[in-house]
């Protein structure tokens, strides 16, 4: 199977605008990211989508190959669904955070090992939760899985809830899982959920994942040990320049 890692990348962002091309110790946060990318063993083609001229440019400066999309899409998946129709050529497509600078590429080949079974529709990422800052923070999406180690629902509030348990010791009684947003879907797949309506566990929670769930599709999932900083904002831009200077 041919694999190609998508990076979409949009200049527009409420909290932090033009991101992809802040310099983050003499490089941009784009190009690391694209970078991070190519050390993966898996994908055979990176490609930035983006929909403003000036992060298409940049991306050619430093030899990397970008393509212009949509601006009017919803998300990155959808994106991602318009560089698929133009690289037919490729088997799985994966959508990796345009945000995460410092992305491991061993977890994008973990991503990837998840098609050595064939049925594999969509995948993804979890990691074990180990603090209760995180088992109760609404921004941290928590997963369930089932005996095949697929998700089978996504929330913001700590699921499951432990009946008779105090929260102090959830993480003591039971594996709690979080999400790590990196996605790859086969082709068809991708092309299909585009197309699917925005569904009432979607709305209820701000999760897209809950829109493919709530249509019968199949999310694998991969446990990840490791975990890279998004920059959402300003402030989190501080703290990676800082963790780069130790």
Partial sequence: MKILGIIPARFES????????????????????YEQCQKSSQL????????????LNHIKT????????????????DRCGEVAEQFPEFDILVNIQGDE?????????????????????????????????????????????NKNQQAIYFSRATIPYLRGKKIDNYLIEHAFYKHIGIYAFKRQTLSEITKLPVS??????????????EHGYAIQAAITTKESQAIDTPDDLIKLLKLLKT
């Fill in 101 to 145: 600078p410092m992305i491991d590429p061993q977890q994008i080949d973990l991503l990837c090992s998840c098609y050595d079974d064939l049925n594999t529709q969509i995948a993804t990422l979890v990691k074990l939760i180990d603090t209760k800052e995180e088992l109760v923070n609404p921004n941290t999406p928590k997963v369930i899985l």
């Fill in 200 to 213: 009432n566990l979607e709305i209820a929670e701000g999760l897209e994942q809950l829109r493919w769930i």
């Fill in 62 to 77: 430093f030899g990397g190959q970008g393509i212009m999309t949509s601006s009017k899409h919803a998300s990155g998946t």
């Fill in 14 to 33: 409420s909290r932090f605008p033009g991101k992809p091309l802040i310099d983050i110790a003499g490089k941009s946060m784009i190009q690391r990211v």
């Fill in 44 to 55: 055979d083609k990176v490609i930035v989508a983006t929909d403003d001229q000036r992060i």
